[in-house]
């Protein structure tokens, strides 16, 4: 798939995607900004959620303008693009999309005709009754045109569709009849031509903040992107709660009773670590997962490194916690991202190393403790395992900053299916055997929870627990659609080894497979990679 510019790939092997998570979405109402210049740094900081599509929409009042393409937002929009969005209000919205629906057609916002205007929306999440949804649009639209007509197959084009309503309703009257009807998780961002419109489900399941410029309000999936635009933080948009700025100002209505049910895997991995989620700010609850994760699988060794950046935070918190120094073992290449030339076969063949290369006289001779935040296929931490191994470690020691993943996520973050997840159906020995480690501890359900500092019943954790807090339909319980995505989901950003998924050899795959169907024995520490 080309990138924005046509000749960058999207990754090195388009069917060994990793897990996909959650988009940004960022909107603002500011009369006398450059909205569009706010958003795109607004988007810039929520970059991680979402690599593979960026656009903008803005409005001055009377009509709306919209820019999107395939690719990082610094790809997408230059200043010559960004000068002709003009306006007041913008929405903008950056998307990793799953496979099959990698295209411009998917890109966000979405446009759609309502009874009086236009509206531009982003979505942020992933809804669970898309079918019922969609047979609703035909029952009430059957001459289907806008997105759908054109070819977009999201759940958000879906929703977009929706808010036509009928002849004699507003944008805000037709969504406050839609949202209820909504299930699963979404964010959503959206605007007509006068007014900005903020939609958080009533789960809350993704994160979504209202900030205060001095001439206006933004609101955005995280805290940081409000730091980056000069936005001080208000509060959260509440779970169930619609919120409209216009030129009247700023006014709050509900359209469902809130049940929280926050993703811990925001706390884990997905966010960034200068956001607050819910109060509590994501670097503190990754280090206080380290601490809690020295507690339970204490070790002897002579060094903690973390596998950059992800697992920086925890491993700080173990080393503080064990009094092992803490150290960095691994470098990371920052430019290696999502979106990169293909290497040659030769290249390919070094895999991890495009990303991660070792330290190696920090490293040698030294007993290690590796921390990550999770595991999902368990490839990435076998050729690091194996990596660090070869450049001298005497011990490799991995400890994962949360439980075991085991079940997929309907909600937005689309991990690997059941099936290719390692610790389903493996016991903590067997995956340890499987990555080639000389010891492994995963991160307790009850220590991941109290480092957030949320209560219990205002989190989901189904992807490590099964216990799906939002009711999924009764064919994606059973059969071949639990293992996989809904057809017309949104899929969005990336999530845990993702990026090193893209870049690791074949062969480390194809030993893999075998190792799965028992055909090569599990846990040779010493075989190459
Ligand atoms: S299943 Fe996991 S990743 Fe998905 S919303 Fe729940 S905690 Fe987050």
Redesign the pocket.
Known sequence: MPGGDGLLNHDLLPNEKGPQ??CGVFGVWAPGEEVAKLSYFGLYALQHRGQESAGIATSDGSKILIYKDMGLVSQVFNEASLSTLLGHIAVGHTRYSTTGSSSWQNAQPTLGRTSSGTVALGHNGNLTNTAELLELVRERYPKVDGELARGNTTDTAVITALLTGDLDHTLEATALEVLPRLRG?YCLVFMDETTLYAARDPQG??PLVLGRLERGWVVASETAALDIVGASFVREVEPGELITIDENGLRTQRFAKADP??????Y?Y?ARPDTTIAGRGVHEARVEMGRKLAAEYPVEADLVIPTPESGTPAAIGYAQASGIPFGQGLVKNSYVGRTFIAPSQTIRQRGIRLKLNPLKNVIKGKRLIVVDDSIVRGNTQRALVSMLREAGAAEVHVRISSPP?T???????D?ASRAELIATGLEVDEVRQSIGADSLGYLSEDGMIEATEQPRER??????TGV??IALPESQHLGKNLLERPAASNGCDP?PDSDLEAVLAPAARQEEALARLGQVPFGDPGRPE
């Open positions: 998570d959650a998780a399941v993704r049910k926050g993703c811990v895997f925001e884990v997905l993943i079940w997929p996520c309907f909600y937005g973050i991990f989190l989901c954790t189904a992807c490590f799906y807090p999530g």
